[in-house]
Every structure is written in C-alpha cells, then in structure tokens.
T-cell receptor, first 112, second 113 residues
C-alpha cells in the first residue's frame, strides 16, 4: 500500500486566496483525520471523519476552514480566504476502526 | 512579522547509549497512550502504544513505561542509533473518544555517531 497520500506537498499562496489540500487515505480505513502542526501550538486535531461522515470538527479554527469527504478514498481541507497565520504543516491521517493512525507526509502551507 | 517558535526540549546522546524520553500527560481519564516518531519533513510514525491496565510494554529496542499515579509516560530506546534522531511525541486518548488523540509538544532526540 502507498500509505496516506497528500497533495500538494508544498503550497505558497497570497493572503485572501483559496487553498485546497487533498488527502487519499489508506484503502479500507474508515477513519480520516486532519491535523495542523506549528511550532507554537504543536500538533492539533482539526476534524475527523468516520465512514465519510464528519464526527468532530471542534478543532476547526473558524468558518474560513471547511473539510469534506465525498467518498471513502478522498478528502479535502479548504481555507477561504487564507491568512498568514494559517501557515503551517497540515497532516492527514487514517486508521482502521479506532486503532493506530497512519499519517501522510503533510502539506507545508505558506500564506504570504 | 513572524512569531518566535517554541523551542523543543532536546536530548543529545551518543550512538550506542540508551535514551529516555519523558512525557507528562494532563488528563487523568486518559487510558490509552501512544508514542510517535517524526523525522524531518515527514509525518508522525507510530512506535508503540500502551493501555492503562499495563505499566510496561516492550517492542523492538523500545520500552514504554506508564506511571498513572503521577501521570507520567516514558519511552526508552536501547542502543540508540543515528537513525533514531527525530522528534518524539506522546499522545493520549480517553475511553469516550479513542479516535481523538491529544499530542504532547514533543522532544527532539539528537544522536551523535
């Protein structure tokens, strides 16, 4: 298995632009998680899905952030409009039931 | 301008030494704990886990110790190798939400040859 796949690996954009991050979980996994990592705040859970349904989005910072999972093999995290304080590494992870979470390589987002 | 980042605690060891990385957790209701390793430019990678009905669990070259009384977790790495250099995170979860992991700030391990 290729593991969790994320794209793009790096994204540089200007303040106010829309950003879309993509994730393909490991085939057969029924949980998908979006995390944000910064030096100041560490690794924070933003939202997670079970069987494509959002279960807990309490970590989503504000309405500028939204996440979707239209099917079992694809999820997006969108920021609109983006701000410099959104600069971070965004990780997607997946798991089978409530077991070990496997992380993707991350997307490094820079908002100028 | 940029904000100053938080410096991670760092443990520097020589190759071949044993390393001990500590973690204090905050939620007394947590009953499942995981150690992750994160190498530069990569996502966290599972190392070992332990449930609260145990106080010790061993893997290959790694041992996790859990002290529920003082809410302390440690990761011991035997015969540390340069490839062990990474940031190590502990994570905890509670019975009400095993899917939700709360991560610690991390410790950087630097192994010198």
């Amino acid at each position: 298995d290729a593991g969790v796949i994320q794209s793009p690996r790096h994204e540089v954009t200007e303040m106010g632009q829309e950003v879309t991050l993509r994730c393909k979980p490991i085939s057969g996994h029924d949980y998908l998680f979006w995390y944000r990592q910064t030096m100041m705040r560490g690794l924070e859970l933003l939202i997670y899905f079970n069987n494509n349904v959002p279960i807990d989005d309490s970590g989503m910072p504000e309405d500028r952030f939204s996440a979707k999972m239209p099917n079992a093999s694809f999820s997006t995290l969108k920021i609109q409009p983006s701000e410099p304080r959104d600069s971070a590494v965004y990780f997607c992870a997946s798991s089978l039931s409530q077991n070990e979470q496997f992380f993707g390589p991350g997307t490094r987002l820079t908002v100028l | 301008g940029e904000s100053v980042g938080l410096h991670l605690p760092t443990l520097s060891v020589q190759e071949g030494d044993n390393s001990i990385i500590n973690c204090a957790y905050s939620n007394s209701a947590s009953d499942y704990f995981i150690w992750y390793k994160q190498e530069s430019g990569k996502g966290p990678q599972f190392i070992i886990d332990i449930r609260s009905n145990m106080d010790k669990r061993q893997g290959q070259r790694v041992t996790v110790l859990l002290n529920k009384t003082v809410k302390h977790l440690s990761l011991q790495i035997a015969a540390t190798q340069p490839g062990d250099s990474a940031v190590y995170f502990c994570a905890e979860s509670t019975p009400s939400g095993y899917s939700t992991l709360t991560f610690g700030k991390g410790t950087m391990l630097l192994v010198s040859p």
